[in-house]
């Protein structure tokens, strides 16, 4: 009988992992891991909370469970490396990079040390054998495919993963819960940043990293206001600037971290949020092996975003640049872009930086981008 350790977080996704498991006759393991320490008002710290839910569920299912601390593992190479891009004025993707260092890297290697055949867990992606070559697919419900953020994942590691509810829809999964009366069958799902959850992000940032007010300008030099801190602005961002009057909405469309500038412009549509490539760098590939340049393909820039049609080259360094289709809204630098063959995730790389925007170009937005 083979052993599957499981990563339980104590959502539904991976209670329903492990459930699946044991009914298909593996030896399965509930394995919890703390990788934040953190005390709310009230003195209780959630990562506890969520471990007693694990322990519902595993006692309900009479499977043997483990709680493992990845406190420092999660700081030193989460969490700093999070903080000092932040610092560069750079926005950084912390789940893709703690599905790299921590749930595919020390989790894996813990769930091995322990007797584990198998790592699974409750993402939403797909785990396919291909004559030799482990393939990571798409999940089967487009509105929870999580393969964006595990393109990092290679093929040592991902001969030892399993996705059980990958080919499933979470409305089914949802379901199955409710039918078998898992203790957190009608848990809500968990968003955002782990570490930061519903708190305040500007509040939580202050306490790490120290930040001077700069200005609000137009790219064309007009000044409108005072921001807290250019870390705290992402590209395309909406809210949170205090910019108002007539017309249409503000949005940020560029950063000068050096002059301590944010850059705002009005309109859905305006030409500086847009550009049609950008530059990539530490790319990963899920067989392996680089693609073979110029590469014709599909990426997203951002989690969530529809699938766009592309080119790759590389150059003799290894930095990518893709080129796009059509423009791409607010391409962000330190997120990632994640290349696609069809349902296929054929890996990724950090963006350096976006090409330069039509407003730079001096071009005018063609009519039929979507937004």
């Given at each position: 009988?083979?052993?599957?350790?499981?990563?339980?977080?104590?959502?539904?996704?991976?209670?329903?992992?492990?459930?699946?498991?044991?009914?298909?006759?593996?030896?399965?393991?509930?394995?919890?891991?703390?990788?934040?320490?953190?005390?709310?008002?009230?003195?209780?710290?959630?990562?506890?909370?969520?471990?007693?839910?694990?322990?519902r569920v595993c006692e309900q299912l009479e499977i043997p469970y483990y709680s493992v601390n990845f406190v420092q593992e999660y700081w030193?190479?989460?969490?700093?490396?999070?903080?000092?891009?932040?610092?560069?004025?750079?926005?950084?993707?912390?789940?893709?990079?703690c599905n790299r260092e921590i749930k595919f890297k020390v989790l894996l290697e813990k769930a091995l040390e322990i007797g584990g055949?198998?790592?699974?867990?409750?993402?939403?992606?797909?785990?396919?054998?291909?004559?030799?070559?482990?393939?990571?697919?798409?999940?089967?419900?487009?509105?929870?495919?999580?393969s964006y953020f595990l393109y990092t994942i290679g093929q040592k590691a991902l001969s030892r993963v399993m996705f059980p509810v990958g080919g499933m829809l979470k409305s089914n999964l949802r379901k199955i819960a409710f039918t078998q009366k898992l203790a957190t069958s009608e848990k809500k799902?968990?968003?955002?940043?782990?570490?930061?959850?519903?708190?305040?992000?500007?509040e939580?940032?202050?306490?790490?990293?120290?930040?001077?007010?700069?200005?609000?300008?137009t790219l064309d030099g007009k000044i409108l206001g005072e921001h807290e801190g250019v870390a705290y602005y992402t590209p395309g961002q909406r809210k949170g600037m205090g910019i108002g009057g007539p017309g249409d909405p503000w949005f940020v469309?560029?950063?000068?971290?050096?002059?301590?500038?944010?850059?705002?412009?009005?309109?859905?549509?305006?030409?500086?949020?847009?550009?049609?490539?950008?530059?990539?760098f530490e790319s990963s590939w899920v067989s392996g092996t680089s693609l073979k340049t110029p590469y014709h393909c599909k990426a997203k820039v951002r989690y969530r975003q529809q699938d766009q049609q592309c080119?790759?080259?590389?150059?003799?360094?290894?930095?990518?640049?893709?080129?796009?289709?059509?423009?791409?809204?607010?391409?962000?630098?330190?997120?990632?872009?994640?290349?696609?063959?069809?349902?296929i995730c054929l890996g990724g790389a950090m963006i350096a930086a976006?090409?330069?925007?039509?407003?730079?170009?001096g071009r005018s937005l063609p009519d039929a981008v979507s937004l």
């Open positions: 009988m083979k052993t599957v350790v499981v990563g339980m977080s104590g959502g539904v996704d991976s209670s329903v992992t492990a459930m699946l498991l044991k009914q298909q006759g593996y030896h399965v393991i509930g394995m919890f891991m703390k990788n934040w320490e953190e005390k709310d008002a009230d003195g209780i710290c959630k990562s506890a909370l969520e471990f007693e839910d694990v322990v030193d190479n989460v969490f700093h490396h999070f903080l000092e891009e932040f610092k560069l004025g750079h926005t950084p993707n912390p789940d893709i990079l055949d198998f790592l699974a867990t409750g993402h939403y992606c797909q785990h396919f054998d291909e004559a030799g070559i482990h393939q990571l697919r798409k999940g089967a419900d487009p509105g929870k495919d999580q799902d968990s968003t955002g940043i782990c570490f930061i959850g519903k708190r305040n992000f500007k939580f940032l202050s306490k790490y990293l120290a930040y001077t007010p700069g200005e609000f300008q469309v560029g950063k000068d971290v050096e002059k301590n500038i944010v850059f705002v412009e009005q309109g859905m549509r305006h030409p500086g949020l847009y550009c049609d490539e950008l530059t990539a080119i790759v080259t590389q150059d003799e360094n290894g930095l990518l640049r893709v080129r796009f289709a059509i423009p791409q809204r607010a391409v962000t630098s330190r997120q990632s872009v994640v290349f696609y063959d069809d349902d976006p090409g330069p925007s039509y407003y730079h170009q």
